[in-house]
């Protein structure tokens, strides 16, 4: 069968949305005949990497935007980005229709970015259109409302977006013309469940994968009693991350084992969580370790006994992925895509349908446990490692997309 990935970015050299567009396609190439379309940004990556790995089953497309209309090259600031993205979508339709007319595909599916509120309506090609996998309709839930202060304007102004996506025609028609929406989590499907006439069609498939080339076996290694535990978090310091809400749980933590926190990142709460380590008395216990390259992070998760994830929101999160495949148990909430990531055999998730205090105090109960329990540690660490090379690699995701998804629309 002949899929065109529709891929606003694509970077066999990144990370995150742009590993993924281009993931989507590389994986692909073993099942069906895969042309991939994206921007002329991404040109010059994309056609090098297919030359020195010498791919001849990718046929690759550029499409973009007038220049005169590309203020993100311009500016780099977000709001533009999503300006950019929105006109990318809106005029990608015409180039999609005359690639569709030369080489009659089967199937179109958009997959980066990943956001539900911006559709092109690209089954107007008379072709099977897949939508996704997509999230974004995820919200903090009230009780983190404490720790949005500060934000509480741009969260409204995003309910407000994405509320507004619900009575805009166009993209309700489009939801309703696709084939297959794929939903990162539980939160966006309910969303995009309300917008669709036949619910059957909107299914649950995360966004994000691995390549299995970039999984090495983890080396677990025992731990004596007077050893440092290791818990890590990664990512950006930003305030949705729960970054906070760790600090005050990591508190609460009683244990005569010694233990410290690794934080891998920075961003715009760096400074205060500085001071809100040392106002709380833990700074002892927590490692700023600032940015640290892609390359690096091996050496990282190494050192590393188990990774937390206490973001607020989040549509899954790469890094999720990546503290899996090497060998950590995740320490987390019961929400977002994280809820259908982890389970019992390969993390702790916290329930978050009771008061602050309580999931306070649970999560806390969860950091003790990983760090006193070594051998809990290890057969949940084990788990998700195989858990990752079992279902998430980029191969074996594609597959059981081919055979569970694409059938079911033939």
């Not at 203020?71 to 993205?85: M, R």
């Not at 995820?138 to 996506?165: C, W």
């Not at 990142?265 to 500085?274: F, Q």
């Not at 503290?323 to 998730?349: H, R, W, Y």
Request: net charge positive.
């Amino acid at each position: 069968m002949k899929i065109l990935f529709s891929a606003f970015t694509a970077n066999p050299y990144a990370g995150s949305e742009a590993q993924c567009g281009w993931s989507w396609a590389y994986a692909m190439r073993n099942y069906n005949e895969v042309y991939l379309l994206t921007r002329n940004e991404h040109k010059k990556a994309v056609e090098n990497y297919i030359k020195q790995n010498n791919i001849t089953n990718i046929k690759v497309f550029y499409h973009d935007i007038p220049e005169w209309m590309n203020l993100y090259n311009k500016t780099h600031k977000n709001f533009f980005y999503f300006c950019y993205y929105y006109l990318w979508q809106k005029t990608v339709l015409k180039t999609v229709k005359k690639l569709n007319d030369k080489y009659h595909f089967d199937y179109i599916q958009h997959v980066t970015l990943g956001d539900f509120r911006i559709a092109a309506p690209l089954w107007k090609t008379n072709t099977k259109f897949i939508f996704g996998p997509v999230g974004g309709a995820q919200t903090t839930p009230d009780v983190f409302m404490p720790y949005i202060k500060g934000h509480e304007k741009s969260e409204k102004i995003r309910e407000i977006i994405n509320s507004l996506a619900k009575l805009n025609p166009c993209y309700k028609r489009t939801l309703n013309k696709a084939s297959l929406i794929l939903c990162a989590n539980k939160e966006t499907q309910a969303y995009l469940c309300d917008i669709i006439k036949d619910k059957s069609k909107c299914r649950l498939l995360t966004e994000n994968g691995i390549i299995s080339s970039k999984i090495n076996e983890p080396i677990f290694n025992k731990k004596n009693e007077n050893d440092t535990v290791n818990i890590l978090w990664a990512g950006r310091f930003l305030y949705r991350k729960g970054l906070q809400f760790l600090l005050e749980a990591l508190r609460l933590v009683e244990t005569d084992r010694k233990f410290r926190l690794l934080l891998v990142g920075d961003g715009s709460e760096s400074n205060n969580l500085k001071r809100l380590s040392e106002e709380l008395k833990i700074d002892d216990k927590v490692t700023f370790l600032g940015q640290i390259q892609y390359t690096e992070m091996k050496e990282v998760y190494l050192i590393s006994d188990f990774f937390v994830f206490p973001s607020l929101r989040e549509t899954t999160g790469t890094v999720l992925f990546e503290a899996m495949s090497n060998g950590l148990p995740v320490l987390t909430f019961n929400q977002n895509g994280a809820d259908l990531l982890i389970d019992e055999n390969c993390g702790i998730k916290v329930n978050i349908n009771q008061n602050l205090d309580n999931i306070k105090n649970d999560f806390a109960k969860g950091i003790k446990t990983l760090i006193e329990n070594d051998e809990l540690r290890y057969s949940l660490g084990k788990a998700a490692y195989t858990k990752i090379l079992n279902e998430y690699t980029w191969e074996s995701k594609c597959k059981t997309f081919e055979s569970k998804f694409l059938k079911d629309i033939q």
